[in-house]
């Protein structure tokens, strides 16, 4: 049967690209998930040409509308991560995902309560990953979640759950069969 298909935060995966040059495989997510899942890595900070090793970036200003900045050379990355977030997630229409794991905390991933600082250095968890807020915001109706959450059984099983549905329900309009996941 063809799997179904899912976006998800490229180091979850097990793909050196965080800052440091460090992953952080999800071993639910690559050995369970992964035998029912096609999955479609992002990783934006290396897709929008920060390099590995990079210097971390984070939050700043107003949370509702933060800038994205290099914590040790204060760089201004907003437009730079903005402008290549919204042509990836106009890339992703033609994917056909029915869902995205995010990695939280992230400013560019983190899915929610990602922190934001202030100029003082004091920080708030009121935050959305710049990518994160692209993607849900283009496609409000995908399931999304994070990783951590993830090993909660009940947030993992109504993820699961949505998933399956918007799988089955698309299927339906394509008259293709139905896929069950065993649970
Ligand atoms: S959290 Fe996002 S930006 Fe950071 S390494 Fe993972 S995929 Fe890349």
Redesign the pocket.
Known sequence: MEKIRMGI????LGES???DGG??RDRYVTDILGQYMDFV??????EAGLGVPREPIRLEGDPGAPRVITINTKRDLTDTMTTWAERRVGELEKENLCGFI??SK?P???MERVKVYTEKGTSVKKGV?V?AKAFMDRFPRIPVEEDGRLHDPRLRENFIERIFALNRWRRMLEGKPEFRFPL
């Open positions: 935060s490229a180091c979850l690209v965080r800052y992953h952080a890595p992002v990783c934006p900070e290396m995010f990695k992230s560019s991933s983190g990953g990518f």
